[in-house]
């Protein structure tokens, strides 16, 4: 049983004695460093419960739990607040249940649990990756992973955008100006080069209409006239016609794509369980609107165009099935939602989403909750906000994107420049020198991103996430690495518990390491790999004031030398579970 929950027994308990009165619940938090003390209840809680002055409700409470429970030696109020100071034994004991604890902080899903989605990445298919897809992979792949270690089984999926006019542009460009290029004949990965010929499409079409314009044409009229976009419309209404020759050039320059993206993911560690295919999907919903017209939570107008009105909920009206009975974006997000939960038996879905589609996530939701699908209550939209680098923004059809694989080598080269600077990798071979760049770079672009709030803007700077010190990833992996010495270099058995007087410093790690299975939880929780980030680089700074003012290997008391050594693997376990959860690696050596 965890502290709280101890003390949260016997304060309840108190009050029954002490006020005859029951309470709901107990609100406690950590003791800020100025107090004495490990644990604080806030007393401020209670007021609606007990008449009185929180000070002497805080004192009567806190000499109750001294009288009787061995938990609690010592007490201090201080305004509304009740600091605790707790057992030694306690910590000690606690120490030694996780440190025996295979996984410890991490929950195995059980059967009874029912099934989470996570979906991200769900790319086009007319360009690669770029820094807004990193986040978005890095975000998705986190989270999944972070409800994985709360106990939940997880499926990661995405929707590959792989129809529309946007692909039929790429395929236009290469049939004009591609001279039967291929990823072989030019040696560039498939989704670059679709990609090149998506911008292609663009500077063509930009032309035509200035063109069009020095002939007289408005702009407007010369944008809808465009020769190649109307080419473009053509080929699109082929493909949905099942034309031969169009379907077998999508196919092809598709799976160029599909190749590009798998060799992306890779690099930047993230996978997934189910693709699904915009292609296949695109159709559907369109029975589900039907059903919902039958059952009056849609109205049709009269041009035939079904919506739905949602001004109750403080929104406005929706298409949700054009006059013609095309679909829109939402109709397909309606059938694929309903597709996932019955073929997965999943019980909630996560998106992973840029802010920019707030709104069409809080219109989804809303509608499948109307149609009566009660696990509509389980959607969460994991909204995010853009990856700015100091040179500006991204324009994807212009070619000013920040390639994602171009990004990624970057953070590697960074890492060889600055670790060469260092000169810290004697008797390193080549390629285990280069695996260790990979493993610094990668990890210091994952966790710059990660340990900000997901909602917040991010500004990316390569060399600031590089440095090894602060509230860095390479800062982290270095204290996992110099765990890792000392275990190498520790010739005696650490295994068995030793009864020791805890210092300050051991204690301070001890509290912190003992959070870590709450902070999985509330990560989970909160779908917020932040929180697991600031956790990790917390418990590492805690870590390191201990590590500077206490010996270890050198410690002449070979209980407290084997009790430190025990605290520092446990410290370098917790890192790399925490650091797993985030996708990131550890180096045995730095």
């Known amino acids: 049983m965890s502290i709280q929950n101890q003390l949260e027994v016997a304060v309840k308990k108190a009050f029954i004695d ?118 978005n992979n890095l975000l998705g792949y986190s989270v999944a992973e972070i409800i994985a270690g709360a106990g939940k089984k997880v499926y990661k999926t995405q929707i590959i955008n792989d129809r529309g006019i946007h692909i039929c542009k790429s395929m236009l460009a290469w049939q004009k100006f591609g001279n039967g290029a291929t990823p072989e004949s030019t040696g560039l990965k498939g989704d670059k080069l679709v990609g090149n010929y998506y911008v292609a499409f663009d500077k063509a079409y930009k032309k035509e209409i200035n063109d069009l314009v020095a002939k007289g044409s408005t702009e407007d009229e010369a944008k809808k006239q465009a020769p190649i976009l109307l080419e473009a419309q053509e080929m699109l209404r082929k493909w949905e016609a099942g034309d031969t020759a169009v379907v077998e050039l999508w196919k092809t320059m598709n799976q160029w794509v599909y190749e590009g993206f798998n060799s992306t993911y890779k690099a930047l560690g993230v996978d997934f369980d189910k693709n699904y295919y915009e292609s296949d999907t695109y159709l559907l919903g369109k029975d589900i609107v039907k059903e919902g017209l039958e059952k009056g939570v849609f109205y049709q107008k009269e041009d035939g165009s079904v919506w739905i009105d949602l001004s109750d909920e403080g929104l406005d009206e929706k298409l949700v099935l054009r006059g013609d009975g095309t679909s829109v974006y939402i109709t397909q997000d309606i059938g694929t939602a309903i597709q996932r939960f019955q073929e997965f038996n999943i019980n909630a879905l996560t998106y992973t989403v840029g802010n920019e589609q707030d709104y069409h996530f809080k219109v989804l939701f809303l509608i499948l909750k109307k149609l009566g699908y009660n696990w509509a209550t389980n959607m969460y939209h994991l909204s995010y906000g853009m990856v700015d680098l100091p040179s500006g923004k991204m324009k994807s059809r212009e070619g000013t994107v920040v390639d ?130 600031n956790y990790t680089y917390d418990l590492v700074k805690e870590y390191n004031s201990f590590y500077q003012s206490s010996p270890i290997l050198a410690c002449e008391a070979k209980d407290v030398k084997v009790f430190r050594t025990q605290l520092s693997k446990q410290v370098a376990d917790t890192i790399q579970s925490a650091f797993r959860l985030l996708g990131i690696q550890v180096p045995e050596r730095m």
């Open 18 to 135: 002490v006020y005859q009165t029951e309470i709901p619940k107990v609100e406690f938090q950590a003791t800020r460093k100025e107090f004495e003390g490990d644990i604080t209840i806030v007393v401020f809680a209670f007021l609606k419960f007990v008449k009185g002055n929180p000070v002497q409700i805080g004192t009567e409470i806190g000499n109750y739990l001294k009288e009787q429970i061995d938990l609690v030696t010592d007490f201090n109020v201080v305004k509304g607040f009740l600091n605790l100071s707790i057992n030694p034994s306690f910590f000690v004991n606690s120490f030694y249940k996780m440190y025996t604890t295979e996984n410890y902080g991490l929950v195995l899903p059980t059967k009874e649990d029912q099934a989470v989605m996570v979906e991200y990445s769900s790319p086009n298919t007319n360009k690669p990756l770029h820094l807004g897809h990193v986040r």
């Open 404 to 533: 994602a694989d171009d990004l990624m080598q970057e953070m590697v080269n960074t890492a060889r420049e600055i670790s060469q600077e260092l000169g810290k990798l004697e008797g390193y071979s080549n390629a285990q020198k280069e695996e260790l760049y990979k493993i610094i770079g990668m990890g210091a672009l994952k966790y710059y991103i990660l340990k900000v709030d997901p909602k917040k803007r991010i500004l990316f700077d390569p060399k600031e996430s590089i440095d090894f010190n602060g509230n860095t990833g390479p800062f982290i992996q270095y204290t996992y690495a110099r765990i890792q010495s000392i275990l190498r270099k520790a010739d005696f058995d650490f295994s068995s518990p030793q009864d020791v007087h805890l210092s300050n410093k051991e204690l301070s790690v001890i509290k912190q390491l003992q959070l870590y299975p709450e902070t999985v939880q509330l990560a989970a929780k909160n779908h917020s790999p932040a929180l697991i980030a």
